[in-house]
C-alpha cells in the first residue's frame, strides 16, 4: 500500500479550509456531512459557499492564512489556486501534526482524499494514492451501481442486534457464521425489503437455533477443508467461489506458490498458516501438511488449502484429499486455473493449433524422490505441446533427451517465470539455444516450460518476432 486507509471521526470537530473556490465547496459538504464544524479562510468565495456562510452552517474569515488559525484544527484542506498559499499552509500544518490535504497535489499533501460511496452507516472509500483520481472516481461509479441504495438499512438493522449476539454466541467463529447467514439469507432480504419487523422475527428465531446448535455439551462442529486453486498468481485469474471461501474462511493455509495478491483475498483476521515448498527444500512435511488439515479440520475450523494452480494437477491434492478422507474429514475441491493455461495465455501461446500441435501433454520435471524418469519417446513425437511443470532445474536433462529421441535441436522452447504476474519474465529460443539463455537470465521463480512448434506463434502474431527468432523478454511494459 502507498497509503493506509483510514476512517475518521470528524463528529463537533474543527476543520479548516483553505481557499473559496468551486473544489473549496464540494469538500465543505462532505465535511459538513460528517458533523464537522468548518472555518472558511478565504479572501474571496463562491455563491455556493456564501450560501453557507449566510445559512450560518460554516464560520468565514475572509483574510489571508496565519499559522494561528491551526489551533484547535483536527483536520487542514487548502483548495486555493494559489501555489504559494498551497505550500504555505501544507509546511505549517505538518509542523505542527495536523493532517493535511492539498486539493489536486499529493507531493503537498499527508493524506490523500478519496472518492466516496456513502450509504450511511456504510462508506466506502477509494484511492488510488493520488496516482488516477479519475480512475478512482470511475471506480466510485462501478460500485454505486452495484451496491443496493437501501444497504445502509441492512447496517442499522444489524447493529440493533449486535450486543445480543454477542452476548448469546461466546466463539467469534459462531457470531460469523451466524451473521453470513443473515446477511445472505432471507433475513437480509427481509431487511433491504424494509420490513424489519418480519426481519426481526425470522433473527430471533435463528439465534435461538444457533444457540441449541453451538450448545456447550454438543462439543466442536466438524469442520470442513476446502482445496482452493490459487491460479497461477494473477488475482483476477481466482474464481468467484475461491474468492468468496478466502472471505469465510477460519484458517488459509498455503504454500509459496500462492502470490501475495491472492493471499490478501483471505478475511483479514483469518489465521494463516505457511507450509512452504520447494524442490529439494520442504518447509514443511507433507505428511505434517495432512495431520495439520486434520487436526484444524476436527476443531471445527473451516479451512481453505490454498494451492497455486490447480490443486489436483501437480499439486498433491490427491494425497491430501486421501489422508483427509481416511480421518473422515469433509473436503471440496475448487479447481483454479492452472499454470500451463495460464502462463501460455499471458505470454499468447496456443497450447493446440490445426497446423502445429493435435495435442498437449503435461508433465513434471521431478518426481517425489528428485528423479526424472519420463516416457522421452512419447514426449518427442512431432505436432504436440510439451508443458514441463517445475522442469527449470533439469532443464539440460530434458534438452538431451528430447533430442536424443528425435526432436529436432530447432524446436521452438519458452522458459515463464512468475507467469501472469507483473514480475512474469520469458526466455524463448530453441532446444539447442536455451541452456546458454536460461543461465543467462539467471531466472529463480516458479518456471513453466512449453516446447512444440506453437512457442513460436506468439512473437509471430504480435509482430514482434518472426518463427525462428527467438530471444528474451519480459512481461513489464508489453
Given at each position: 500500500m502507498?497509503?493506509?486507509p483510514l476512517f475518521m471521526s470528524l463528529q463537533e470537530r474543527r476543520v479548516l479550509v483553505v481557499g473559496g473556490t468551486e473544489a473549496a465547496a464540494r469538500k465543505v459538504e462532505l465535511l459538513l456531512s460528517a458533523g464537522a464544524h468548518v472555518t472558511l479562510i478565504a479572501d474571496t468565495v463562491v455563491g455556493e459557499i456564501a450560501q453557507l456562510i449566510d445559512e450560518g452552517r460554516i464560520s468565514w474569515s475572509g483574510r489571508a492564512f496565519g499559522d494561528e488559525d491551526l489551533v484547535g484544527a483536527?483536520?487542514?484542506?487548502?483548495?486555493?489556486?494559489?501555489?504559494?498559499?498551497?505550500?504555505?499552509?501544507?509546511?505549517?500544518?505538518?509542523?505542527s501534526c495536523v493532517p493535511v490535504n492539498v486539493v489536486d497535489r499529493p507531493g503537498l499533501s499527508s493524506f490523500i482524499m478519496p472518492a466516496i460511496v456513502d450509504r450511511a452507516p456504510i462508506t466506502i472509500a477509494i484511492s488510488t494514492g493520488g496516482a488516477a483520481p479519475a480512475l478512482a472516481r470511475r471506480l466510485r461509479a462501478e460500485i454505486e451501481q452495484a451496491m443496493p441504495a437501501a444497504i445502509g438499512r441492512l447496517a442499522r438493522f444489524a447493529e440493533v442486534f449486535r450486543k445480543q449476539v454477542?452476548?448469546?454466541?461466546?466463539?467469534?467463529?459462531?457470531?460469523?457464521?451466524?451473521?453470513?447467514r443473515v446477511f445472505e439469507g432471507r433475513i437480509g432480504e427481509l431487511a433491504l425489503a424494509g420490513d424489519e419487523i418480519g426481519a426481526r422475527r425470522?433473527?430471533?428465531?435463528?439465534?435461538?437455533?444457533?444457540?441449541?446448535?453451538?450448545?456447550?455439551?454438543?462439543?466442536?462442529t466438524q469442520g470442513m477443508v476446502h482445496l482452493v486453486g490459487a491460479g497461477p498468481g494473477d488475482p483476477d485469474l481466482l474464481t468467484l467461489k475461491a474468492h468468496r471461501l478466502l472471505q469465510r474462511a477460519d484458517t488459509v493455509v498455503y504454500d509459496r506458490l500462492v502470490s501475495a495478491e491472492v493471499l490478501a483475498m483471505a478475511r483479514r483476521d483469518a489465521e494463516r498458516i505457511y507450509v512452504g515448498k520447494r524442490r529439494a527444500h520442504h518447509c514443511v512435511p507433507q505428511e505434517e501438511i495432512n495431520d495439520r488439515l486434520v487436526a484444524l479440520a476436527h476443531a471445527g475450523k473451516s479451512v481453505v488449502r490454498l494451492k497455486g494452480g490447480d490443486p489436483l494437477v501437480f499439486g498433491r491434492g490427491g494425497e491430501e484429499i486421501e489422508a483427509l478422507t481416511r480421518a473422515g474429514v469433509a473436503v471440496e475441491v475448487v479447481p483454479g486455473v492452472t499454470a500451463a493455461l495460464g502462463c501460455a495465455a499471458s505470454a499468447g501461446i496456443p497450447l493446440t493449433h490445426r497446423d502445429h500441435a493435435q495435442a498437449c501433454?503435461?508433465?513434471?520435471?521431478?518426481?517425489?524422490?528428485?528423479?526424472i524418469d519420463l516416457d522421452w519417446q512419447m514426449l518427442a513425437r512431432p505436432r504436440q505441446t510439451v508443458v514441463i511443470y517445475m522442469g527449470a532445474a533439469t532443464l539440460p536433462v530434458i534438452v538431451s533427451r528430447l533430442i536424443q529421441h528425435g526432436r529436432s535441436a530447432a524446436t521452438p522452447i519458452a522458459l515463464i517465470e512468475n507467469g501472469t504476474t507483473d514480475r512474469e519474465r520469458r526466455v524463448v529460443g530453441t532446444l539447442a539455444t536455451i541452456e546458454r539463455r536460461a543461465t543467462h537470465a539467471r531466472l529463480t521463480g516458479p518456471t513453466l516450460c512449453l516446447v512444440g512448434e506453437v512457442v513460436g506463434l506468439a512473437g509471430a502474431q504480435s509482430g514482434e518476432t518472426q518463427p525462428g527468432d527467438f530471444h528474451f523478454e519480459s512481461r513489464v511494459g508489453l
Amino acid at each position: 500500500m502507498r497509503t493506509f486507509p483510514l476512517f475518521m471521526s470528524l463528529q463537533e470537530r474543527r476543520v479548516l479550509v483553505v481557499g473559496g473556490t468551486e473544489a473549496a465547496a464540494r469538500k465543505v459538504e462532505l465535511l459538513l456531512s460528517a458533523g464537522a464544524h468548518v472555518t472558511l479562510i478565504a479572501d474571496t468565495v463562491v455563491g455556493e459557499i456564501a450560501q453557507l456562510i449566510d445559512e450560518g452552517r460554516i464560520s468565514w474569515s475572509g483574510r489571508a492564512f496565519g499559522d494561528e488559525d491551526l489551533v484547535g484544527a483536527s483536520l487542514v484542506i487548502v483548495a486555493s489556486d494559489d501555489e504559494a498559499v498551497q505550500a504555505r499552509v501544507s509546511h505549517a500544518a505538518q509542523r505542527s501534526c495536523v493532517p493535511v490535504n492539498v486539493v489536486d497535489r499529493p507531493g503537498l499533501s499527508s493524506f490523500i482524499m478519496p472518492a466516496i460511496v456513502d450509504r450511511a452507516p456504510i462508506t466506502i472509500a477509494i484511492s488510488t494514492g493520488g496516482a488516477a483520481p479519475a480512475l478512482a472516481r470511475r471506480l466510485r461509479a462501478e460500485i454505486e451501481q452495484a451496491m443496493p441504495a437501501a444497504i445502509g438499512r441492512l447496517a442499522r438493522f444489524a447493529e440493533v442486534f449486535r450486543k445480543q449476539v454477542r452476548r448469546t454466541l461466546d466463539q467469534s467463529r459462531t457470531r460469523r457464521r451466524f451473521w453470513d447467514r443473515v446477511f445472505e439469507g432471507r433475513i437480509g432480504e427481509l431487511a433491504l425489503a424494509g420490513d424489519e419487523i418480519g426481519a426481526r422475527r425470522e433473527l430471533i428465531r435463528l439465534l435461538d437455533s444457533t444457540r441449541h446448535e453451538t450448545g456447550s455439551a454438543a462439543g466442536p462442529t466438524q469442520g470442513m477443508v476446502h482445496l482452493v486453486g490459487a491460479g497461477p498468481g494473477d488475482p483476477d485469474l481466482l474464481t468467484l467461489k475461491a474468492h468468496r471461501l478466502l472471505q469465510r474462511a477460519d484458517t488459509v493455509v498455503y504454500d509459496r506458490l500462492v502470490s501475495a495478491e491472492v493471499l490478501a483475498m483471505a478475511r483479514r483476521d483469518a489465521e494463516r498458516i505457511y507450509v512452504g515448498k520447494r524442490r529439494a527444500h520442504h518447509c514443511v512435511p507433507q505428511e505434517e501438511i495432512n495431520d495439520r488439515l486434520v487436526a484444524l479440520a476436527h476443531a471445527g475450523k473451516s479451512v481453505v488449502r490454498l494451492k497455486g494452480g490447480d490443486p489436483l494437477v501437480f499439486g498433491r491434492g490427491g494425497e491430501e484429499i486421501e489422508a483427509l478422507t481416511r480421518a473422515g474429514v469433509a473436503v471440496e475441491v475448487v479447481p483454479g486455473v492452472t499454470a500451463a493455461l495460464g502462463c501460455a495465455a499471458s505470454a499468447g501461446i496456443p497450447l493446440t493449433h490445426r497446423d502445429h500441435a493435435q495435442a498437449c501433454v503435461f508433465v513434471t520435471g521431478h518426481l517425489k524422490d528428485g528423479s526424472i524418469d519420463l516416457d522421452w519417446q512419447m514426449l518427442a513425437r512431432p505436432r504436440q505441446t510439451v508443458v514441463i511443470y517445475m522442469g527449470a532445474a533439469t532443464l539440460p536433462v530434458i534438452v538431451s533427451r528430447l533430442i536424443q529421441h528425435g526432436r529436432s535441436a530447432a524446436t521452438p522452447i519458452a522458459l515463464i517465470e512468475n507467469g501472469t504476474t507483473d514480475r512474469e519474465r520469458r526466455v524463448v529460443g530453441t532446444l539447442a539455444t536455451i541452456e546458454r539463455r536460461a543461465t543467462h537470465a539467471r531466472l529463480t521463480g516458479p518456471t513453466l516450460c512449453l516446447v512444440g512448434e506453437v512457442v513460436g506463434l506468439a512473437g509471430a502474431q504480435s509482430g514482434e518476432t518472426q518463427p525462428g527468432d527467438f530471444h528474451f523478454e519480459s512481461r513489464v511494459g508489453l
